[in-house]
């Protein structure tokens, strides 16, 4: 019997997000986020938290531990913490299957 970890291992990204704040000391300084998210497409579009990618400059995918691709916000809803993303490829993914 396969484990529910071995099954979605495939459909879970690692998500890295950079952003940039403005500081009185010290100008323009970077701030990383990270967080995790879910394929939800074949296409490369994955769910993940609002908190992670709000007001970043740049999103990072890891897909597998070791693939990155670069990623845009679709859309998002910060009063229900959460996001839709879009990787950048025209790669195929393997999406998590509900139900």
Request: negative net charge; aromatic residues 4%; without cysteine.
């Amino acid at each position: 019997m396969t484990s529910a970890v071995e099954k979605l291992s495939e459909s879970v990204v690692n998500i890295s997000s950079l952003r940039l704040k403005q500081d009185l000391r010290f100008g323009l300084v970077p701030l990383e986020g990270a967080g995790s998210g879910i394929i939800v497409s074949s296409q490369g579009n994955i769910v993940t938290n609002n908190h992670v990618i709000q007001g970043a400059e740049d999103i990072v995918v890891r897909v597998n531990g070791d693939k990155e691709f670069k990623a845009k916000v679709l859309g998002a809803d910060p009063g229900m913490d959460i996001a839709v993303l879009q990787i950048e490829t025209e790669e195929k993914f393997i999406p998590v299957k509900f139900g």
